[in-house]
């Protein structure tokens, strides 16, 4: 798992992890698991795009997919 830029400082995200189909995104609470087919390609897919540049993640989540994860661990 990477861990997450955080460039605002303020963000609940510790970490994700890119898949070719799905990302996860580990919260203090646990690590979740947005997929193509719960939460959308076009969702992942920007999910992907935010965490790579570390802001704007955890907004995008709480927005548009937060309660469309596949699984949590």
């Known amino acids: 798992m990477e861990r997450y830029g955080n460039r605002?400082?303020?963000?609940?995200?510790r970490g994700y992890e890119v898949a070719a189909?799905?990302?996860?995104?580990?919260?203090?609470d646990g690590t979740y698991r947005y997929s193509y087919a719960r939460t959308?390609?076009?969702h992942v897919e920007r999910m992907k795009a935010l965490a790579r540049d570390g802001?704007?993640?955890?907004?995008y989540i709480s927005k548009h997919v937060h309660d469309a994860y596949e699984s949590k661990h």
Request: aromatic share 4%; net charge negative.
């Open 8 to 13: 605002h400082g303020d963000s609940p995200i």
């Open 21 to 28: 189909r799905h990302i996860d995104v580990r919260f203090a």
């Open 40 to 42: 959308g390609a076009e």
């Open 55 to 59: 802001a704007g993640l955890a907004t």
